[in-house]
C-alpha cells in the first residue's frame, strides 16, 4: 500500500484520504488525524495490513480540546475547547462517509493520533464511539483536568496502546511535566479492565512520530488482520 492507492475526499469540510480503501479483502479500519506526509510514512510501514484514514485540516487547539484551558505556547493561543463539536461530526458524519464508501465490512475499527490528536481519540473513545481500539502516542493527557476526568468514564474499547517518550517530561513547562506520569497512571488505572500496552519511546515529544504511530497501530490491529 502506498501514496498512489489513496482516495482524496471532502467529508463535512474536512480533508480526508483513504489509503487501501479499493481493496475486496476485509481488513482493519484506522482513522488518523495529521498531516498526509505523516500518513504515508505510516501507510509505507504498515504495509496493506489495514485501510489508513487520514483526516486532515482541523484546528488542533479548538477541535480537539476537551474544554477551554490556557494555550501553553504563547504563539499558537488558547484551547478553546471544541472536541464536543468536533467529536459528534466526526462520528457522525466522516465515519459513515468512509465506512458506505468501502467495499467491506472492515474486521475493526480503530482511531489513532499523536499529540493534540492522541488526547482526542482517548475523548472520542471516552464520549461514546465504539471503536475496536485507540491508539494514543505521545497524547496530550498533560491536559488540564483530562485525567481525573477520564479516570471517572467507563471505556468501551478493548485495545488500548499508550506511548510516551522518555525525555517528554523534561520540559521548562511544569504542565507538560506530567504527561510521562499521567500516560502512565491511565494504563495502570484501565489494565484490569481490557488489553492495554504501555510503552516508553526514546527521545522527547517530537522523535520519531511515525514510527511510534506504526507500532502502536501495528500491534492494535494484530488480532483483526487476516491473510490476504
Not at 493561543?77 to 468512509?98: H, N
Amino acid at each position: 500500500m502506498d501514496s498512489g492507492d489513496a482516495a482524496g475526499l471532502l467529508i463535512a469540510d474536512r480533508e480526508v484520504t483513504v489509503f487501501g480503501g479499493d481493496g475486496i479483502h476485509p481488513r482493519p479500519l484506522v482513522f488518523l488525524h495529521g498531516s498526509r506526509d505523516e500518513a504515508e510514512r505510516v501507510c509505507a510501514e504498515l504495509a496493506g495490513a489495514c485501510v489508513l484514514v487520514c483526516v486532515s485540516g482541523n484546528d488542533w487547539n479548538g477541535d480537539f480540546s476537551p474544554w477551554a484551558a490556557p494555550g501553553v505556547f504563547r504563539q499558537a493561543g488558547d484551547f478553546t475547547g471544541g472536541a464536543a463539536v468536533y467529536a459528534r461530526k466526526f462520528e457522525d458524519k466522516l465515519v459513515p462517509g468512509v465506512l458506505e464508501r468501502l467495499p467491506f465490512a472492515p474486521t475493526g475499527k480503530y482511531l489513532a493520533g499523536y499529540s493534540m490528536a492522541g488526547l482526542f481519540a482517548l475523548y472520542s473513545w471516552l464520549t461514546g464511539t465504539d471503536w475496536t481500539g485507540v491508539v494514543s502516542c505521545s497524547g496530550s493527557v498533560w491536559f488540564d483536568g483530562f485525567l481525573e476526568w477520564a479516570e471517572a468514564q467507563t471505556p468501551r474499547a478493548t485495545r488500548l496502546w499508550l506511548s510516551v517518550g522518555d525525555r517528554e517530561r523534561k520540559t521548562r513547562n511544569l504542565r507538560m511535566q506530567t504527561v510521562e506520569e499521567h500516560t502512565r497512571r491511565l494504563a495502570a488505572h484501565w489494565q484490569e479492565r481490557m488489553n492495554v500496552r504501555f510503552t516508553l519511546e526514546q527521545g522527547g515529544h517530537f522523535d520519531d512520530p511515525a514510527g511510534r504511530l506504526v507500532r502502536g497501530i501495528r500491534w492494535c490491529i494484530q488480532r483483526d488482520v487476516t491473510d490476504t
